[in-house]
């Protein structure tokens, strides 16, 4: 079994996969229900690449049955993506009629526990880097998740909820342009200043 890093992604630096921290909580809701129907329990990324399988079970020795598939999107709380799925499969013989509904619950209940980790950073973004906001002395300013999401800005209401943020830099916002900064956990946006 192997299950991706559950760090957190940190200013540039690429996050790790966002389900990876919600695999234990599949693991202990779905697995017991598969190994009971002798079906395999897999989670992917938005690509399909398996991020964890239930390794106890080889799918490949069981060739000569029919087989049949249980799998539900999870999608991304701040952008509303897929960034994977959650699957049981196995012998159609053995399917219980509630399996998809199972599956589908663990999907929303992946998401609810996204939708908690995601409330943790931006929490904690505010309480890291709001001080960041006040030095820029009423000039206008805002603080990011790393998705772009509006989390704070100074004044109120300058920002729409989202600033395409790419890979940093400069981005053009109401009022002219403004300087991405890397954060840990996210960005400042600060409006850049003209020459006098």
């Known amino acids: 079994m192997e299950v991706l890093d559950a760090g957190v992604g940190v200013g540039c630096e690429p996050a790790p996969d966002p389900l990876a921290t919600a695999i234990p909580l599949l693991r202990d809701t779905l697995v017991r229900i598969a190994d009971e129907a002798r079906h395999t329990m897999v ?3 938005a690509d399909g690449r398996v991020l964890w399988r239930d390794a106890r079970r080889d799918p490949g020795r069981r060739t000569r049955h029919r087989w049949t598939s249980s799998a539900c999107p999870v999608h991304d709380p701040d952008a509303g993506a897929v960034i994977g799925a959650v699957d049981v499969t196995g012998p159609v013989r053995s399917l219980h009629p509630t399996t998809p509904a199972l599956v589908a619950a663990a999907a929303m209940l992946t998401e609810s526990l996204l939708v908690a980790q995601q409330a943790v950073r931006d929490e904690l973004l505010l309480a890291r880097h709001l001080p960041l906001l006040d030095r820029t002395r009423g000039e206008p ?3 990011l998740a790393l998705s772009g999401r509006v989390l704070l800005c100074n004044p109120e209401g300058w920002l729409p909820e ?5 890979d940093g830099g400069r981005v053009a916002v109401v009022g002219g342009e403004a300087v991405l900064d890397p954060i840990l956990g996210g960005w400042l ?3 850049r200043r003209r020459p006098a």
Do not use: E
């Open 43 to 45: 989670v992917t990324d």
């Open 162 to 166: 989202r600033v395409a943020v790419d």
């Open 141 to 143: 300013a805002a603080l």
């Open 189 to 191: 946006l600060r409006l």
